[in-house]
């Protein structure tokens, strides 16, 4: 069989990599992928700024948590460029390997890279060995007493170990502990969708890149990728996540103006017509065409491309990532209705639309569509086509939800964000694809 090509554009519709195989973005062959998936287990951001208020006002076990009267006069601000060097130094394993601890903002955030070789078996040593060569390079360079070490231990890893989930720590992942994982090769799928539009500046498409990239990374590590599943999830993550023959910049740039959630659908129908994707089957008696497809893989993948479309265009036209999962249903809803064939993720997406809806919207109402994962209950269901259509809506929301990106994601798009895969990942994986 022909080896499979594609054209690879950016954000704003420009060509990228021309005549790209397929499997040139494949997440077992792409070095960016491979680096963006490798950085997502190994990085971690620091609040000096923070680190050094909570040390001397007593709030160091995490919110509501704070010990009054038991204030330290900790320099770590001060100390920032002392405290780094002995982080980057005990965290090394040997010269030349990938460590990274750099200083951000004037020393008032700290990334933090822990080399591969510290990773043996379990992607927590990026979160663990950074919180504990923070404790000790704290301890040592700002010449802390035995006696008050602890209140450093405390302030760097928050409630653990009473807690198992240091989430009130010093250094932020963006992924999560693996006990709050839903089940095997959920890693990369546990991150909410507003740390990604953060770490993007709130560029949609860019958003959207970097959310698939690992939502199928993510489907290659459960299983769902093998055999002739493969190219099904290749051709979604290129057509919807990495704009492939630019149809997503197309579909948008088409009904951007005055387009509705129809609209989108006909104009991806039309493209699929004249692509070859599918064609009429069989006229009813009422004149509506049912069509079929001869590549229902490739349909897939178009269909995937026309629902991020449908999103963007929709929740621009309200700036806002409110309609996000309704977006996705009735999107789906009129696709089926156009063609008489199956809508995204053969209905996965629809399903998952209407959970995701009641979770935000309906009786639960606690969240918004910013604080959504792959990992989540309601939204693991759809196989890596589902979440990058949330981080759009939270691209282009302007803050009009409560969970904004800015509330509750600030620090990773300033740490992260300075990392160029992060920063612009339709570029790398190109790069990398050629």
Not at 370 to 385: D, L
């Amino acid at each position: 069989m022909a080896e499979e090509k594609i054209d690879l554009y950016d954000d704003r519709g420009n060509v990228l990599a021309k005549g790209v195989p397929l499997d040139a973005i494949s997440p077992l062959k792409n070095e960016a992928i491979r680096k963006i998936c490798n950085l997502t287990i190994r990085t971690g951001a620091v609040d000096m700024a923070g680190l050094d208020k909570k040390l001397k006002t007593g709030a160091i076990a995490g919110k509501g948590m704070i010990i009054r009267g038991v204030g330290r006069n900790i320099e770590v601000l001060d100390n920032a460029s002392e405290i780094a060097k002995e982080v980057e130094d005990m965290l090394r394993v040997e010269p030349g390997d990938d460590t990274k601890v750099e200083l951000i903002a004037g020393g008032k955030r700290m990334l933090t890279q822990v080399p591969t070789k510290r990773i043996l078996s379990d992607y927590s040593v990026g979160l663990t060995a950074a919180m504990g060569a923070l404790t000790h390079a704290i301890i040592d360079v700002c010449g802390v007493s035995m006696w008050d070490a602890p209140y450093v231990h405390a302030a760097v890893w928050g409630m653990y170990p009473q807690d198992p989930d240091p989430k009130d720590g010093a250094v932020k992942m963006l992924v999560d502990i693996p006990m709050k994982n839903e089940g095997p090769g959920f890693v990369l799928r546990n991150i909410p969708v507003n740390h990604l539009a953060a770490t993007v500046r709130k560029r949609a498409l860019q958003g959207a890149a970097l959310t698939m990239i690992l939502e199928e990374a993510a489907q290659f590590e459960m299983g769902n990728c093998m055999g002739p599943h493969e190219r099904g999830h290749l051709l979604d993550l290129a057509c919807e996540g990495l704009n492939a023959n630019n149809m997503v910049h197309d579909l948008i740039k088409e009904n951007g103006k005055t387009g509705t959630l129809g609209d989108v659908v006909y104009s991806l129908v039309e493209r699929a017509k004249a692509d070859g994707v599918i064609k009429a089957k069989k006229k009813m008696a009422s004149g509506y065409t049912v069509y079929e497809a001869g590549d229902p893989q490739m349909w897939n993948a178009y269909a995937s491309a026309g629902m991020l479309a449908a999103v963007c265009v929709n929740c621009a036209s309200m700036r806002a990532g409110q309609p996000v999962p309704s977006n996705i249903m009735h999107y789906n809803v009129l696709l089926e209705h156009e063609t008489g064939m199956p809508g995204v993720d053969w209905g996965m997406a629809q399903g998952t639309s209407v959970s995701s809806s009641f979770f935000s919207h309906s009786i639960y109402g606690g969240g918004g569509p910013g604080v959504f994962y792959g990992n989540h209950i309601v939204t693991r269901h759809s196989k890596g086509q589902f979440i990058p259509c949330f981080c759009a809506a939270m691209c282009i929301d302007a803050d009009t939800m409560y969970f904004s990106p800015a509330r509750t994601s600030a620090l990773y798009g300033e740490v992260l964000g300075a990392i160029p895969e992060f920063a612009e990942p339709m570029k790398a994986v190109a790069e990398a694809a050629k």
